[in-house]
C-alpha cells in the first residue's frame, strides 16, 4: 500500500514563499505521474499542478508563474515550490497520481497565507 506524505506547510505572509514536499512509500514516481492538489475550507479539491506521462508539467491558471512543481525519483518525493503566495492559496495541499487520482490520499499539509 502507497502512503503519501505531505509536508512543508505552514503560516506565510501574501507574497512569500513555501516549499512543499510529498514523500512515498516504494518507487511510486518512477512508474506514475504525479500532481499537487489543494482545498480550500468549503471548497471542492482541485488540481493544482502536475507531470504528464512524457515529463511535461501542467498548471492551473491560478498558480501559473507563481508555482513549480519538481521530482526526486531517487528520493521517491515531488515537490511544489510556490512563490507570490495570495491568500487564495490557503489551503490543504496534497499530492497523488495525476491526472486520475486512484492512490489513498494523505493527511495533506497546510497552506495559511496572512494579508
Known amino acids: 500500500q502507497v502512503q503519501l506524505v505531505e509536508s512543508g506547510g505552514g503560516l506565510v505572509q501574501a507574497g512569500g514563499s513555501l516549499r512543499l514536499s510529498c514523500a512515498a512509500s516504494g518507487s511510486i514516481f518512477s512508474r506514475n505521474a504525479m500532481g499537487w492538489y489543494r482545498q480550500a475550507p468549503g471548497k471542492q479539491r482541485e488540481t493544482v499542478a502536475g507531470f504528464t506521462r512524457g515529463g511535461r508539467t501542467n498548471y492551473a491558471d491560478s498558480v501559473k508563474g507563481r508555482f513549480t512543481i519538481s521530482r526526486d525519483n531517487a528520493k521517491n518525493t515531488v515537490y511544489l515550490q510556490m512563490n507570490s503566495l495570495k491568500p487564495e492559496d490557503a489551503a490543504v495541499y496534497y499530492c497523488?497520481?495525476?491526472?486520475?487520482?486512484?492512490?489513498?490520499w494523505g493527511k495533506g499539509t497546510l497552506v495559511t497565507v496572512s494579508s
Open positions: 497523488n497520481s495525476y491526472p486520475m487520482v486512484y492512490l489513498d
